[in-house]
Every structure is written in structure tokens, then in C-alpha cells.
T-cell receptor, first 112, second 115 residues
Framework: GDSVTQMEGPVTLSEEAFLTINCTYT??????LFWYVQYPGEGLQLLLK?????DKGSNKGFEATYRKETTSFHLEKGSVQVSDSAVYFC???????????FGGGTRLMVKP | DVKVTQSSRYLVKRTGEKVFLECVQD?????MFWYRQDPGLGLRLIYF???????EKGDIPEGYSVSREKKERFSLILESASTNQTSMYLC??????????????FGEGSRLTVL
């Protein structure tokens, strides 16, 4: 079946550091890929998405590129802020009626 | 903005109690979902529903049931709570079954502790 693997956290960075959170997936066909973010005490919210190979999703300074050849969708940000501290989830939708398969989540902690 | 409201943020129940978790969405979405969130395991789908009175099992339905009597409301029921059901429960909704790749809209979660 489909699966999503994320790097384990926590990831601890200083403010203005470069961020990469790795995500790889296993799926048949051509899934859509997502990054969701969960701020402390809140539910998940969509951060960005990409629906086909080589698409780049971007939002709030975060980017991720859909790499079919490496089955990856790594999340990057050039300069993190304390307010980016959250748990980040990679997910895929294999055209199964919006039923998403989620990775285990990666906690990011940004220190001033 | 879409709003998904979960009735209880924190609950403490005893083993064997019947537990109801309620979820209401205000955007006329067809799809509704219940996930549980556990550290390191991410989100796992318990049940989902594509329409009123419809329900489908997700990946971990054992020990749970659901009810969708109205389009906007999707309830998760633990018939006899057990300690291994201590978790964060997240409700979500989305617009169309089989539609464009989906943005799910999540509630804030219900943290259940079973003693």
C-alpha cells in the first residue's frame, strides 16, 4: 500500500537557519503530495501541495518540489523564524477520494 | 473560512465508559474523516464518510464506530473505552469525493485520556 516516510525529529535550528525536512513516498500511479503544518494547540492546516511531477508548491517562504524519479517531496525554507516552530506532516493522495496517507510528522523547534 | 469544530478539547474517561466525540463543519462538505494522532505514527484514519448515513472503515477501525445523521455532523463513538485509545483525535472535512486533490480542513483536536 501507499506510505510516506519523514525524517524523525525534533529538528532544532537557530533563527534564520536553512531548513530541510525530508519526505519520501511509496505509491502506485501519480499521487498528489502535500505538506501540512500543526502549530501548538491547533489542528493541521495545509501549507503547500503539488499535483504532478516537477511541480513546485510554495507558501509562506516554504517550498517543496515533486520529484518522481526519487519519489521525494522535501520541504525547504531559506530562513526560519521562531514562529515556524510546529510539527510538519508530509502526505499523499493517490486519487482515493481525498483520503490522505500521512507521514509520522517532524517537530521543528526554532530558537531565537 | 471553513470551520471544523470539535466539541471537546480535553476529555478524561474511565476504562469501559462509552465516549462520544462530536464534529461539526460549516461549509457543506461531503467528506468527513476521523483520524487519531500518536507521536511517531502520524495520523491514522479511523473512519470516513462520503455522505449522510454512509461510513467506510479506514486503517484502524477496531474499537470505534461512527454516525453521520446530518451532513454537517460526524460523530466518533468508543463503545467501551480502553487505555490504548488514549490519543489525540482529529476530525477533518473536504469538499468532494473524487474531486481535485484534496485540501482537508481540520478541527483543533480532542485529546482523550482513558484511565
Amino acid at each position: 500500500g501507499d506510505s510516506v516516510t519523514q525524517m524523525e525529529g525534533p529538528v532544532t535550528l537557530s533563527e534564520e537557519a536553512f531548513l530541510t525536512i525530508n519526505c519520501t513516498y511509496t505509491a502506485t500511479g501519480y499521487p498528489s503530495l502535500f505538506w501540512y503544518v500543526q502549530y501548538p494547540g491547533e489542528g493541521l492546516q495545509l501549507l503547500l501541495k503539488a499535483t504532478k511531477a516537477d511541480d513546485k508548491g510554495s507558501n509562506k517562504g516554504f517550498e517543496a518540489t515533486y520529484r518522481k524519479e526519487t519519489t521525494s517531496f522535501h520541504l525547504e525554507k531559506g530562513s526560519v523564524q521562531v514562529s515556524d516552530s510546529a510539527v510538519y506532516f508530509c502526505a499523499l493522495d493517490n486519487n482515493a477520494g481525498n483520503m490522505l496517507t500521512f507521514g509520522g510528522g517532524t517537530r521543528l523547534m526554532v530558537k531565537p | 473560512d471553513v470551520k471544523v469544530t470539535q466539541s471537546s478539547r480535553y476529555l478524561v474517561k474511565r476504562t469501559g465508559e462509552k465516549v462520544f466525540l462530536e464534529c461539526v463543519q460549516d461549509m457543506d462538505h461531503e467528506n468527513m474523516f476521523w483520524y487519531r494522532q500518536d507521536p511517531g505514527l502520524g495520523l491514522r484514519l479511523i473512519y470516513f464518510s462520503y455522505d449522510v448515513k454512509m461510513k467506510e472503515k479506514g486503517d484502524i477501525p477496531e474499537g470505534y464506530s461512527v454516525s453521520r445523521e446530518k451532513k454537517e455532523r460526524f460523530s466518533l463513538i468508543l463503545e467501551s473505552a480502553s487505555t490504548n485509545q488514549t490519543s489525540m483525535y482529529l476530525c477533518a472535512s473536504s469538499l468532494l469525493a473524487g474531486g481535485p486533490a484534496g485540501e482537508l480542513f481540520f478541527g483543533e483536536g480532542s485529546r482523550l485520556t482513558v484511565l
